[in-house]
């Protein structure tokens, strides 16, 4: 089991109200799962995926991952959790403008303290992992988006994650990007990676093999598991 | 580290104008602090070397009264002071970095004329030992110096300064020239000069005394032994002592004066304000030194203050910088860089930005002294501590007024950071 959430509560201070935005929330992923977690906006689904990366912390519940017991690390134990653990697709990108891709693909070594000519090697295996091999020297603003995300994509595998988070990673991008991103994560995924996919468009929740929803901060019962052993 | 100071120096580089205008604030400062500072050192070294030339480190030390010099033409020798020994001389010569040790007599004459001549001279006539020349600083011109023999048979024989000399002879040498001092016959033998001449700061008549008083009409040397033959056994002395470096001097005058007070002067001659005195070039140079430290010290505090509106600037930009950069630091931080490492990639950039704004202001700060120097004839000098010092403190101001920016940058949350647009 490579994660294992029990029992999850996220509440926020709103005023003087509290909300709770996740209810109680029982997850468990395998290694080289694919997983899609679908639900509207509003749903904590956001909430959700910056617990399972790390970017916070529950309120109550634990949260094991890679073994390691993370609902209550230090702020610099997450860092270096989200360094070495996990990869982050987002769906705006975030690559640096003044960085090209390679330096931006880069950038993760940087912080696991590997060497500026290692880092770099790596940097452009991993673009040409992702069919960039001919662009590693270009700046984002010389991408078109489908190329930023590949590029964002290299970033998030760079570090080899045991778990790779996407956030709506086709949300800023036409159909026909979109689903060549989604190929990359086919590809990815048989490849040996575990995904977790947040989305809210159904047909990209389908490309998963696995597929739960959220709906007001609770987790509905997986649909048609067809993937529960082992992988 | 290395990684960061590149990437601050690409975000520098990133921002021309922006960057020019934040150090602008830096620039200025520095190069005031740099311009006052090398007018200060420029005007102490001219100060310094001027009188290092003039007085070779020679600190003369003389019984004074009540504060001014005691001068025994009028009065005579007083009761109470005794002459100084060979032994008490020995103790001056001792002192640490006192490289020579004179013994002299004064008194002003005034009947001093050259024999089968008609020229007359009134000025100060000087009992002199074998080392005076060297201590006090004179050079040879004409003829010779006074030799063991002279001592030792009380030869009377004697040594004019220039001023002396042209006075007494004009144009021609008085080498081998006899002139009556007192009644007794006395054989010039040779001419000597001071070294250089230096410009002194004349506060008091004690300063005029010391430096123009005694050399308006010139110096007549004699050997000291011969001193009872004009005047008396009993007469006490002034001491030169030359000084192994320029910073010696304060030290060794007051040591001198101590020594010879304690030695020299008797209770009741104490009690009517007899001491011995020390004046010493370095004194001088000090007086004056400080009358331009003091004007040029509140000006570099004036300077002082642009440079903390410079790092008030700074601060402000470094927190538009971070507020710019917001979704990069919310991203470095989702992909694994710790606190500390978003806190020392800001604190370069600010350090950066200060510290080129510190190396800018030293060159404007330098060719503008230079600048001052030439149109206005003052002098000026670099001073490389002083360099070093201004660019290590424009960095120290980067690290102060970049800390707040940079602790704001290193304590956002990377989901508030990456989710604001």
């Not at chain 2, 950069?325 to 806190?343: F, H, M, P, V």
């Amino acid at each position: 089991m490579l994660l294992e959430m029990r029992d999850i509560c996220k509440n926020y201070p709103q005023g003087r109200e509290v909300v709770k935005i996740l209810k109680h929330v029982d997850l468990t992923i395998d290694q080289g799962d694919y997983l899609a977690i679908m639900g509207p906006s509003g749903s904590g689904k956001t909430t959700l995926m910056n617990l399972i990366g790390c970017l916070d912390v529950p309120t109550s519940g634990t949260y094991r991952l890679d073994g390691e017991d993370v609902s209550k690390a230090s702020e610099n134990r997450l860092a270096d959790v989200r360094n070495s653990t996990l990869g982050f697709v987002f769906q705006s990108f975030y690559l640096l403008p003044k960085l090209s891709a390679r330096e931006n693909v880069a950038l993760p070594l940087l912080y696991a303290g590997v060497k500026k000519r290692e880092r770099l090697r790596r940097a452009e295996e991993a673009l040409k992992m992702v069919g960039l091999g001919e662009r590693i020297d270009f700046m984002p603003n010389q991408l078109s988006g489908g190329q930023q995300q590949r590029v964002a994509i290299a970033r998030a595998m760079i570090n080899r994650p045991k778990l790779l988070l996407a956030d709506e990673p086709t949300g800023a991008l036409d159909t026909a990007s979109g689903r060549q991103v989604m190929d990359l994560f086919d590809e990815l995924n048989e490849n040996g990676a575990t995904i977790v996919l947040i989305t809210h468009e159904p047909k990209v929740g389908a490309r998963a093999r696995r597929l739960r929803r959220i709906l007001d901060g609770a987790l509905l019962p997986e649909e048609g598991s067809e993937n529960d052993g082992e992988a | 580290m290395f990684e960061n100071i590149s990437l601050a120096f690409q975000g520098i580089w990133g921002h021309k104008l922006r960057s020019f205008l934040t150090m602008l604030g830096i620039i200025i400062g520095i190069a005031s602090i740099i311009t006052i500072v090398s007018t200060i050192k420029g005007t102490n070294d001219q100060i310094k070397e001027s009188l290092i030339g003039s007085g070779t480190n020679a600190v003369t030390v003389q019984l004074s009264q009540s504060g001014s010099a005691y001068d025994m033409s009028w009065q005579g020798p007083p009761a109470g002071v005794t002459p100084v020994s060979e032994e008490t001389l020995a103790e001056l010569a001792g002192l640490d970095n006192v490289v020579a040790a004179s013994l002299f007599s004064v008194r002003q004459v005034y009947d001093a004329a050259v024999c089968y001549g008609s020229a007359s001279w009134s000025g100060y006539l000087y009992g002199v030992d074998e080392n005076y020349f060297a201590a006090a600083g004179y050079r040879r011109t004409a003829g010779r110096g006074f030799l063991p023999e002279d001592f030792a048979a009380f030869r009377k024989v004697a040594i004019l300064d220039g001023t002396a000399a042209s006075v007494l002879f004009g144009s021609a040498s008085p080498v081998g020239e006899v002139l009556e001092v007192r009644g007794e016959p006395f054989t010039v033998v040779g001419v000597v000069d001071r070294a250089a001449a230096g410009q002194f700061a004349i506060e008091t008549y004690r300063d005029y005394e010391m430096y123009y008083g005694d050399s308006s009409n010139g110096r007549v040397f004699i050997p000291l032994g011969d001193w009872p033959i004009v005047y008396r056994f009993d007469e006490p002395q002034g001491v030169i002592l030359k000084a192994a470096s320029t910073d010696d001097m304060t030290r060794i005058g007051q040591q001198a004066e101590d020594l010879l007070t304690a030695s020299q002067i008797s209770a009741d001659a104490a009690q009517d304000g007899f001491a011995y005195q020390s004046d010493d070039l370095m004194e001088q140079a000090a007086k004056i030194q400080e009358l331009s430290n003091a004007t040029n010290n509140q000006l570099l505090w004036i300077a002082g203050i642009s440079l903390l509106v410079g790092g008030i600037g700074v601060m402000n930009i470094m927190l538009v910088t971070v507020t710019e950069r917001t979704r990069e630091i919310g991203l470095k931080k989702a992909i694994g860089a710790r606190k500390r490492r978003i806190l020392w990639q800001f604190l370069t950039e600010a350090a950066a930005l200060t510290s080129i704004g510190g190396i800018l202001g030293v060159a404007a700060g330098v060719g503008l002294s230079r600048f001052i120097a030439s149109a206005m004839g003052t002098p000026s000098a670099v001073s490389y501590p002083a360099i070093a010092v201004a660019v290590l403190f424009s960095m120290l101001i980067g690290v102060i007024f970049g800390m707040i920016p940079a602790v704001k940058a290193a304590n956002l949350n990377p989901i508030d950071a990456l989710r604001r647009e």
